[in-house]
Nanobody, 124 residues
Framework: HLQLVESGGGLVQPGGSLRLSCAAS????????IGWFRQAPGKEREGVSC????????YYADFVKGRFTISRDDAKNTVYLQMNSLEPEDTAVYYC?????????????????WGQGTQVTVSS
C-alpha cells in the first residue's frame, strides 16, 4: 500500500525559498510519474508540476515556470519541489500524487494516491 508524506512547508517571506519533499513508503516510486498540486483557501486544487517516472521530462504550470524546480531521488523514494522567488499568491496547501499510466500531466483526475499535504504560507 503506497503512502505519500509531504514535508518542508512553512512560513516564508516574499522572495524567499522552500523545498518541499514527498516521501513514499509501501511501494517504490520508480514506475510512477509524480505530480505536485496546490490548493488555496476557497479555490480548486491546481496542478503545479509533474516529473516523469524516468525523470527525463518535467512539466510546470505557467505561473511557476522559472521559479519552481521538480526533481526526484528514486534511491530515497522521494520527490522534491524547490520553490524560489515565492509570492503571496503561492500560499496554499501543497500535495504530491502519483500517476501510473500515460504521460505526465497537471490534470488532477489523472492522479491516484495523494499525500495529506503541507502548508506553505508566503507573507511578510
Amino acid at each position: 500500500h503506497l503512502q505519500l508524506v509531504e514535508s518542508g512547508g512553512g512560513l516564508v517571506q516574499p522572495g524567499g525559498s522552500l523545498r518541499l519533499s514527498c516521501a513514499a513508503s509501501g511501494l517504490t516510486l520508480d514506475y510512477y510519474h509524480i505530480g505536485w498540486f496546490r490548493q488555496a483557501p476557497g479555490k480548486e486544487r491546481e496542478g503545479v508540476s509533474c516529473i516523469s517516472s524516468s525523470a527525463t521530462r518535467t512539466y510546470y504550470a505557467d505561473f511557476v515556470k522559472g521559479r519552481f524546480t521538480i526533481s526526484r531521488d528514486d534511491a530515497k523514494n522521494t520527490v522534491y519541489l524547490q520553490m524560489n522567488s515565492l509570492e503571496p499568491e503561492d500560499t496554499a496547501v501543497y500535495y504530491c500524487a502519483t500517476k501510473l499510466f500515460g504521460l505526465c500531466s497537471l490534470n488532477r483526475p489523472d492522479f491516484g494516491s495523494w499525500g495529506q499535504g503541507t502548508q506553505v504560507t508566503v507573507s511578510s
